[in-house]
């Protein structure tokens, strides 16, 4: 624990040198590590002892990271992935398998939505998608007996909505299963999720936590909350013995890091996607400023929807620190010091107004991105949910003429004068 205030552990937790060693977390670019006996070497492969013996399920560059994350997000165990799909999916694959159910919001990343209800389906996890505003009851009677977990995004991507984290844990908790809940937006910065009842989260490292465009990354935390043995029918993979680990049963012999101790132990030596040290330490590098970058995304975007509301060309404007936002209570309760720097909008004349406004901007970039030190925007319609069809981007709330607009780390006052020349245009 390195003081109490979000900037402070952004620079120091995950990594303490002792005496004389590296003040930065040093990149330990190597695949393996060797030891003295075989012995010592077996005890490591029984996870009798703790150690590093190969980078596919350990490394201490992703370690101490990872570390970091979880100590920002106050949970006890984190797990660094090679991207932000590789934590969803494992995120949920760690206990879910063929034959299981689980149910997400609607209201999540193209990449995301696309994982659950196509690629998942193929193996046998079958998801529900949800409108995240229905009703508790509603919601209550989606549940089956497979049902192994609730999904959603703090703040929805590209929607920018908030999602209530207090009221679906309590129905999740009440049927027995986890919280799982998409940080990258808000990040840990503008939302500890744990606080509100979520007992797994996951990040888009990729996004604010680089925030440089730098590396593709993602991890998972885990609270160390929920308590699998207490619903040890419905998460065999942690309450039963693992023969592929001579018998261990993560939940009784790890406790409180059981569910990050499978996930590396089974998942990651078996499907490898992992983070590579050197991005993990690109990572690290962002996550030093990434308290004092949100200040600065959060106010550039409040300004720049401030002006956008006024303007006389704009159709409609979405972010949820707006006053007028129908979000606007749950930013109050869940985010309140600003919610992220991605706001949406839309231009009188629609979707094709708003693809050749896009064209126009000089200073803010097209790009596949979000939440980047640079300005950048993207028409989902035309580019993240383009697989989607009609009725799937209506589900998921993305209006055809939607632009998802990323406010980077410029003077405010230069974006919106970049927006200004590209309004007179058109
Ligand atoms: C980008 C993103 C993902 C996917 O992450 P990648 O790092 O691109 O694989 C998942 N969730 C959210 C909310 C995202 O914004």
Known sequence: ???????????????????????????????????????????????????????????????????????????????????????????????????????????????????????????????????????????????????????????????????????????????????????????????????????????????????????VGGCIVDSGNFDWMAHADKFPGLTTPDESYHGITYAKRFGKGAYITKATAQLMRDLGCIQSPQNAFYLNLGLESLAVRMKQHCSGALAVAKYLEKNDKVAWVKYPDLESDESYELFKKYTPNGSCGVLCFGLKGGRDISVSFMDKLKLASIETHVADSRTCLLHPASHTHRQMTEKQLLEAGIAPDLIRFSVGLENSEDIIADLEQAFKQI
């Open 1 to 215: 624990m390195y003081g109490k205030h979000v900037e402070t552990q952004c620079v120091h937790e995950g990594y303490k040198p002792e005496n004389g060693e590296p003040r930065q977390i040093p990149v330990y670019q190597s695949t393996t590590f060797q030891y003295n006996t075989s012995d010592e070497m077996g005890q490591l492969f029984d996870l009798e002892k703790e150690g590093y013996f190969y980078t596919r399920l350990q490394n201490p560059t992703n370690d101490a990271v990872a570390a970091k994350i979880a100590a920002l997000e106050g949970g006890v165990a984190g797990m660094l992935t090679s991207s932000g799909q590789a934590a969803n999916f494992m995120v949920v694959f760690n206990i879910c398998e063929a034959g299981d159910h689980f149910i997400s919001s609607s209201s999540i990343y193209g990449g995301t939505f696309n994982l659950f209800t196509v690629t998942m389906k193929k193996m046998g996890i079958e998801c529900s998608v949800i409108d995240q505003n229905m009703t508790e009851e509603e919601i209550d009677k989606l549940f089956k007996p497979n049902t192994k977990a609730v999904f959603g995004e703090t703040i929805t991507n590209p929607t920018v909505n908030i999602f209530d984290i207090e009221k679906f844990a309590n129905i999740a908790h009440r049927h027995g299963v986890p919280l799982i809940v998409d940080n990258t937006f808000a990040t840990p910065v503008n939302c500890r999720p744990f606080e509100w009842g979520a007992d797994i989260v996951t990040h888009s490292t990729t996004k604010y936590m680089d925030g440089h465009g730098v590396g």
